[in-house]
């Protein structure tokens, strides 16, 4: 049920946010010549897939977790994206690919090892990852691996239609902060 959901919203989202996600392109392209991020992620069964994103730092910035970032690598139109969380919209396509979902948890990188270890012990790769969820909302970030796991399993084992209108109306409307930089 919740794939035929992120299936249905993914596609109208796409088609609907087009025009929106048109004028972002163009802004970015004025900002960092490369609007466009795409970063290989820790998916499923803990296979590899593209992450797609609006850029929000300089294009010369290490690839690494938000968190090991430095703020000043972060370009002023990358902070309003981050703020209002449009840098994900391009994660749709993630999603209508079946590579993510809208709810689950966040998709880390393959050098973060000690997520990757805390996420096995609780089997957070049997799920999809997801552009949003209960850590997300809550303002847990991958600087804690222990806790986001702990909150991943939490969200995992309790999702349900309510909490997944749930956790997507509660990041719409703002609740949560993001990709936090140093």
């Known amino acids: ?3 035929t959901l992120d299936f249905i919203f993914a596609l109208f989202g796409l088609a609907l946010a087009m025009p929106f996600l048109m004028i972002l392109y163009i802004i970015g392209l004025f900002d960092t010549g490369s609007p466009i991020f795409v970063q290989e992620r820790v998916g499923r069964h803990k296979k590899p897939f593209n992450l797609v994103k609006f850029r929000t730092m300089k294009v010369d910035t290490a690839s690494v977790a938000s968190h090991l970032a430095n703020t000043a690598s972060i370009t002023r139109f990358g902070g309003f994206l981050r703020k209002t969380k449009l840098d994900e919209l391009p994660q749709l396509w993630n999603v209508l690919k079946g590579e993510m979902s809208i709810v689950g948890p966040r998709p880390g990188l393959f050098n973060q090892d000690e997520l990757t270890k805390a996420r096995d012990a609780k089997n957070i790769y049997a799920v999809r990852p997801g552009i949003t969820g209960l850590a ?5 970030d991958m600087s804690t691996p222990e806790l986001l796991a702990e909150t991943d399993s939490k969200m995992i084992i ?3 239609i309510k909490n997944y209108f749930s956790y997507i109306l509660q990041t719409i409307v703002g609740k949560g902060s ?5």
Do not use: A, P, S
């Not at 997300?136 to 847990?140: A, D, K, P, R």
């Not at 993001?178 to 140093?182: L, P, Q, S």
């Open 1 to 3: 049920m919740i794939r």
């Open 136 to 140: 997300q909302v809550n303002e847990i």
């Open 158 to 160: 309790t999702l349900n």
């Open 178 to 182: 993001g990709d936090r930089v140093k």
